[in-house]
Structure formats: structure tokens, C-alpha cells
């Protein structure tokens, strides 16, 4: 799409005064809802396998169908919106999400389940690919470092309350009852979106070659590499940590609840730290992150005879993937600061096709060769990644 025109976002904040921090928190809302509708089946892979009656590997696509699709839209979401209102579309987008969940948890099979999730992987691209850049759309410079860090940590806080409650909710009353939990709390974020966004026109078109013209930039490039592989290591290892807590740790439903629940904590944790350091020294924020997934990833094998140490090690795991999503976009959105939308739109498209792409690498090796072999591919990529970033840095002057 060399000459495709791609739409800019006004030079300066929508008009939100700086003492209203309710279109941010509501935003925050928006992503937390859409990682815990991707994610849940995370924490209920082993029932949800049971009733539809395929395998853990196989019931573990539902994340790669998503993502994947998820990441093409995420691409296409600058040119395929036009001009229209970035608060219409987000609304509009996450009530499609609270459907996606209601077929969810009505799907009688596999192949209810993977259209159910092919929706809900078409709603998430589109929220991503506005949200991830709507922090300088909200705020000015000096909070823009916060506002981007409150917005990821939907993510990190999805993991804190919607995996671990949802798997709560399943022992209680079945792996729908959560889906159905996720589709009211869609509709619910529907009309706080709608109650608090203001307005978000685009005010002005620049020809910057779209997605293509944000690549040419070195640091753009670089950080979605990173990104790929971090996003990439973190899904093939995670997506099947129930089972390794489950079979190889030995531990039961509520005990793994607690831990998912533990390992959120510290997300949220790490989200806030590390979004803060990414504010000011992106790479080192970067390399910190990444680091720590890889170690987590590579000690969890040999910590699942203990499970004080199979929790340190989730600690570990949270605090440090926590920081992934804020890190890495902070360093593609410094590469190139005058290309926002489209770089936010590669960003978000590269990092979904890697979740899907992950857990689909998880699945045929848990598969083919065990979920020990699951974890040390993932501490393998992410470790790749970490590398990259050694020897990388976003473009601007100055930036670490």
C-alpha cells in the first residue's frame, strides 16, 4: 500500500481537560475487557477441552484463530475506517466483542467455538488498532508517559481479575458461565465508552505510505521485531500453563486460580514500573521485560517439585511480562512520534499475529513433545528477542 493515504491524528489532545482522567480509565476498561475475552481460554483450556471434545493443543487454536485475525484487522484499521469518528468505531467495535462472547459461551462444539472467536478476533483488531494509539489522543506531554501506562494496564489487570476469576467462576458453575460474565461486562464498557469518550475526529490527512511508510523507519521496524518475538516466546509458553501447573506441578483448580491470580498481581506491578521506566528509557524498559519472560519461562520446569518456587517463578513471570505491552509500544511510537496511528496499527497488528502465531507453536509441541518442551521454546524466542534489543534502539536522539 505505498500510496494509500493514512490518516494522522490532530496535533494536539482531543479536548479533554487534564483533570479528567475518566476517558483514559475508560479506555483502560476497554482493554481489559478485550484481553480477558482472548485470554480466558487460558485459564480454562482443560474444561473446555472436556466438553467440546478435542484436545488441549487443539482447543488452544481458539487464541491462535483470534490473534490471527485480530492482526489483520489491526493493519487494516486505519484505511478501512476512513474518517470516522475514533469514539463510534471503539463503541461499536467492543459491542461486536460482547456478542463474540455470548456465541462463546453458546458453542456446542469446536467449530462454534472457532467462529465465535473468528468474531471476536475481528472486534479486537479494531480495538487495538485504535487503542494502542489513543494515548496521545488523550493527553499532552507531560502525562502522556501515564496515560499510556494506565491504558496498557487493562492488560496486565485482565490477568488479575478476568482469568483468575473467570476460572473461580467455572469451577462454580462451568467454563460458559464466564463467557457469559465477559459478554455483560462488553456491554457494560459499551456505555462507559460512550458515557465518558469525547469525540475523536481526525482532523487532517498526511501521505506517509500507511503501515509501509512507519516501517521505513528503523526503530519502528526494529520494535516490532522485538516485539513479535516477545509476544511470540510469552503465548507458547503461557497459553498452556494450566496444563503444566495441572499435571506437572500437581496442583488443583483453586490452587492454579490462586496462582494465575498471584502472577496477575504482579503484572499490574510490573505494568506500572516498567511503564514508568518505558517513559523515559524505552530500551532498557524493553530489555528488562523481555529478560525476565525468558528466565521465568526457562526456570519453570525445574520449579514444578515446589510450589513456593513454581509461585516465585510466576511472580517472576508477571512483573516482567507486565511490562511487555507498555515497553514495547512506547519504543515504536518514539521511532516515529509523527506517525502514531499507522505505527500503533503495525504495532498492534504484529503483536496479535505473534499471540496467535505463539500459541499455535505451543499447542504442537505441547502436543508432539510435552509441556516442558512448550516452556523452553518460549524462553528460547523471547531470549531472541531480548537479544535483538541488545544490539537495537529506537530511532530518536537520546532514547535509551
Known sequence: MPNQETLAPPAAPAAVPAHRWAPVLAVALTT????????????????????????????????????????????????????????????????????????????????????????????????????????????????????????????????????????????????????????????ACAVVL??????????ERVRAGGPAGALRHRGVAAGLAISALAALG???????????LEADAGLGTGVIASCLLVYGLAGVAGNFSLGALAGRRPRTAVLTALGGVALAAGLLPPATGSPAAVLLVLVLWGVAYGGVSVSTQTWVRTAAPALVEPAAALWAGVFNASIGLGSLAGGLVVDQAGNRAALLTAALCTAAGWLLAVFSRPRRAGAS
Do not use: C, K, N, Q
Open 234 to 244: 510469552h503465548f507458547t509458553g503461557y497459553t498452556y500453563v494450566r496444563p503444566v
Open 194 to 203: 460512550a458515557a465518558t469518550l469525547p469525540a475523536l475526529p481526525v482532523h
Open 32 to 187: 481489559f475487557t478485550t484481553v480477558s475475552s482472548e485470554m480466558m481460554p487460558v485459564g480454562l483450556l482443560t474444561p473446555m477441552s472436556d466438553t467440546l471434545g478435542v484436545s488441549e493443543g487443539v482447543t488452544g487454536l481458539s487464541l491462535t484463530i483470534t490473534g490471527l485475525i485480530a492482526a489483520v484487522l489491526s493493519l487494516l484499521t486505519p484505511a478501512l475506517i476512513g474518517l470516522r469518528d475514533r469514539r463510534t468505531v471503539l463503541i461499536a467495535s467492543v459491542a461486536v466483542l460482547a456478542l463474540a462472547d455470548a456465541l462463546t459461551a453458546l458453542a456446542p462444539d469446536f467449530l462454534g467455538l472457532a467462529a465465535a472467536r473468528v468474531l471476536l478476533g475481528v472486534a479486537m483488531g479494531i480495538v487495538w488498532g485504535l487503542a494502542a494509539g489513543l494515548g496521545p489522543r488523550l493527553a499532552d506531554g507531560p502525562r502522556l508517559a501515564l496515560v499510556t501506562t494506565l491504558i496498557f494496564s487493562g492488560v496486565s489487570i485482565a490477568s488479575v481479575l478476568g482469568v483468575p476469576l473467570g476460572t473461580y467462576l467455572a469451577a462454580l458453575a462451568g467454563w460458559r458461565s464466564a463467557f457469559w460474565a465477559l459478554t455483560l461486562l462488553g456491554a
